[in-house]
């Protein structure tokens, strides 16, 4: 009985190791942009942790934020077999490459993703009191330092 109760207890303890070594983000180790991503998205959390959100507000956030995944998981289903090689044949002919169109195409994906970014952030800075926008703006500049 002792030893099922020690084999139990090593078994809890290995797959709760095993889960917070995995639970991180996926980054690999020289992945750089990965890396900076989730500094950026940590020190937003703690931004907003300081904010002393209602109960209100921090449902506001959070449905806003689900919301935002809906949207870019529709976005995504859209895309789907558009991405790396796939698309290229509509740039390219037996004359060559449509250099222009595939500036222009990229530059409107640029511009809407930019677009949908500061909705979403202006989206979020409506939800805060004018004294949390205030007390945001010191905090972000902080972090930048």
Known sequence: ??????????????LVGATVVHAGPNCKKDDKQCQKRVENRTAMKEIFQ?????????????????????????????RQGKRGMAHMGAYVSAEGF??????DDAMKKAQTRIEKRAEGFEQTMSILTPEQRE?????LKEKQK
Do not use: P, W, Y
């Open 98 to 103: 449509d250099k222009q169109a595939f500036i």
């Open 135 to 139: 007390k945001f703006a010191t905090l």
């Open 50 to 78: 300081q904010l002393d959100l209602t109960d209100e507000q921090q449902s506001a956030l959070k449905q806003h934020r689900k919301e935002k995944r809906a949207q870019m998981k529709e976005i995504r289903s859209q």
């Open 1 to 14: 009985m002792k030893t099922l109760k020690v084999l139990t207890i090593v078994a809890i303890t290995g």
